[in-house]
């Protein structure tokens, strides 16, 4: 008999994990969303077999329960199926950005002979929705797992057996590290990049110029401001003691900056920048993070009508896919730059091996 794995909202991450899943195992997937419309989305995509009507239903029988619901959600959702009946050694996880808080309510579970995981694929997007699932969304990410202290070894195996499909890296932290450790790489910087965000609009009230001018390199070091609002108030409302941490330390840090400009020290800028670049370009480049890695290609083109189909149907012939393509400059008689953005390193390097052998001129920045 198939195993079952029960999936609770089936939005892009938890859809995401239900495609990883099947392409490993061969088992029955039934899913739950208090949405009718992703649900029936979910089961016409073949991402689930059987749509649940509860969740008292949904976890019935089931092995593996995972809840992919925002994080307050998940917090409530985790000790709300205590009550229910659930399938002795089965295994429950979830996917949310934050991982005490729920932890801590997943303690609930432990007297019904269940084991609670708890699980944070580090990679997305900014799309939400089942329509945007995708098997490989994960590979090559980091995925942590939070087992509490004395969590049975082998359960946290079978987790990642279970989740072997995704082709992540899985890393075991506390979840007082992970919190900690995901506020600075990631919810923070969702922070700096909507305060700065801020900043330009109010700056636009007295000189609307500057949206013009923000169009090129700002708008590519705010993108994760576009990210999905609602998700992003959860994260802070549940991470509030690493953020208000990280906080505190922004502040001196920017008072230091302050100082140094005020004092017009220009040694002291130059190590401040200096000492940034060298801790960056040491960061490794390869794996996925939180906050996805761009692996663009710029193509110079002239300025000649066709060049983009010209370029997009080489990359078609050798079946390598764009994620995103922009134009970075088009006045006439210069040439033109584009900006191709692929999904990884490999596809990138396939492009421009085949670009190059068409004559046109690549580089990565
Ligand atoms: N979007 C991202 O890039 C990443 C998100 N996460 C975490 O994954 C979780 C899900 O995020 P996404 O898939 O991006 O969001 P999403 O908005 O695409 O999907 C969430 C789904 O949960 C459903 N839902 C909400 N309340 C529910 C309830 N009470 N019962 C059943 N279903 C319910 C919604 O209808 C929706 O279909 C969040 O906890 C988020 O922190 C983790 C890694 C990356
Ligand atoms: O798309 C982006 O910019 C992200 O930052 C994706 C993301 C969002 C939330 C997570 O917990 C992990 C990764």
């Not at 088992?27 to 077999?49: N, P």
Request: proline letters at 3%; a negative charge.
């Amino acid at each position: 008999m198939k195993r079952t794995v029960f999936v609770v909202g089936l939005g892009l991450i938890g859809g995401s994990i239900a495609l990883a899943i099947r392409k490993e195992h061969d088992v029955h997937i039934r899913g739950y969303d208090i949405s009718g419309e992703q649900l029936k989305v979910a089961l016409s995509l073949k991402v689930i077999d059987e749509a649940a009507t509860s969740l008292r239903e949904g976890v019935e029988g089931a092995d593996l329960i995972i809840f992919a619901t925002p994080v307050l959600k998940t917090e409530q959702l985790v000790e709300e199926i205590a009550q229910f009946s659930l399938k002795t050694g089965a295994i429950v996880t979830d996917v949310g950005s934050t991982k005490v808080r729920i932890v801590g309510k997943a303690k609930h579970l432990q007297d019904k002979k269940v084991t609670f995981i708890g699980g944070h694929p580090m990679a997305g997007s900014h799309k939400s929705g089942v329509e945007a699932a995708r098997s490989h969304l994960f590979e090559n990410a980091f995925y942590i797992l939070t087992p509490a202290e004395g969590t049975d070894v082998r359960a946290v195996i079978q987790l990642q057996n279970w989740l072997k499909g995704t082709k992540a890296t899985f890393i075991e932290l506390s979840a007082e590290q992970h919190d900690r450790l995901a506020g600075a790489i990631s919810h923070f910087p969702h922070v700096i990049a909507a305060s700065l965000v801020h900043q330009i609009a109010k700056i636009e009230g007295e000189d609307p110029l500057v949206s013009r001018l923000a169009a090129g390199g700002f708008r590519d070091i705010t993108r994760i401001a576009s990210s999905n609002p609602a998700m992003w108030r959860d994260i802070l409302l549940h991470n509030k003691d690493s953020l208000l941490q990280l906080l505190e330390g922004w502040t001196r840090e920017m008072e230091c900056v302050k100082a140094l400009i005020e004092e017009e020290s220009g040694e002291a800028i130059f190590t401040y920048f200096q000492e940034a670049k060298d801790f960056r370009d040491g960061l490794p480049v390869r794996k996925k993070g939180a906050i996805p890695s761009f692996y663009d290609l710029f193509v110079d083109v002239p300025d000649h009508p066709g060049v983009i189909s010209d370029v997009t149907g080489i990359l078609a012939q050798h079946q390598i896919s764009l994620t995103n393509i922009r134009i970075l400059e088009t006045r006439e008689d210069i040439m033109g730059v584009l900006r191709l953005s692929f999904r990884s390193e490999e596809d990138r390097e396939r492009a421009q091996i085949h670009l190059q052998q068409e004559m046109y001129d690549t580089y990565i920045l």
